[in-house]
């Protein structure tokens, strides 16, 4: 793919909050749990790692407090095998960890997230706070809308950071994602469409497509407007059924070079936890397209991280190539199947 460097010293840098993630144990309710396990999550984060985890070279640029809590995500992000060569530390006396809870639903009750993150560090972050070099040194970069619904200063700083990119040669990679706790479908959408035409690769919803970008006609007209209106060369849209809370069907449909491209979905999916299955995709598809396979591969790197990442407990994906080769292996085969890999 032309439009994507060949060599830099980082393959993706992604750009958002890394938070704390506060969850019940054993499918509890936030209300009625006495006890919460730690853990770390962040969209553009969960993309980082997951990509990284199947071995390519990834970076986050994010604000931490500089304490206890901010040094814990910090360690919890060379966990994820992401660089934090640009992790920016806040010493200020109003320094914050956003946070979240998350409550994991079963039939009939959803899941639910609640959220505690205004005003957290990340939220302070300022172009001039990050270094010049990192313009130069990733051949994509990821962001999502989320860091542009975080607070006005946080904003500014990301259209700098992705304009600057894009002026660079980086391939942009945006992730719509939207969330309707942090912002209005008017907002985003005025945002988002003065910010597709710095887009090359593309991630965004049927439904989100259709409700907050107010578009008409079939899946396929609207994700081929996306290139011809604003010129992104690959567009990727995910296709979830929901049958229960722990029953999932998942697959995804990508437009590149005037072609779509889908493959049979994973069927039945037992969901253990939903939160950054999304992401999971996004990162697998990404690895794909920089390790230099074809649309076909990146698809099915996506499809399969995602649908694995639903069956463990955490945002991050945290697969290997070689678990993530064998479960495409598998979906693709037809009749008996190993019950265990040993």
Known sequence: MDFIKETAEFDLVGFGEVMLRLSPPNKEKISQSEVFEKNC????????SGAANLG?????????????MGHFISR??????????????????????????????????????????????VCSLRITEIPDEVYQKTRIFHISSISFALGQELRETAIEVLKRMKHNGVAISFDVNYRSSLWSEQQAKALIEEL????DILFVSEETSRRMMQKQGTLDEIMKSYADTYGCKIVATTRREVVSPTKHNFGSRIYYDGKFYEEPHYKNIEVIDRVGSGDAFVAGVLYGILSGGNIED?????????????????????????????????????????????
Not at 42 to 48: D, I, K, L, R
Not at 56 to 68: G, H, M, Q, S, Y
Not at 196 to 199: E, G, I, M, T
Not at 313 to 340: F, P, T, Y
């Open 41 to 48: 999550g962040g969209s553009e984060f969960n993309v980082a």
């Open 196 to 199: 597709l035409p710095f887009v």
């Open 298 to 342: 990146a698809m099915s790197y996506g499809n399969a991280l995602s649908a694995i990442k639903n069956t463990v407990s955490g945002d991050m994906s945290i697969s290997s190539l070689d678990e993530v080769k064998s479960v495409i292996e598998a979906h693709s085969a037809i009749g008996e199947q190993n019950e265990m890999s040993r």
């Open 56 to 68: 390519i070279r990834a970076a986050i640029i994010t604000k931490l407090p500089k304490n206890k």
């Open 76 to 121: 919890r992000i060379r966990y994820g095998t992401v660089s934090d060569d640009y992790v920016v530390w806040d010493d200020s006396p109003e320094k914050r960890l956003g946070i979240y809870y998350y409550e994991s639903g079963v039939y009939p009750r959803k899941s639910a997230v609640v959220y505690d993150r205004a005003a957290s560090s």
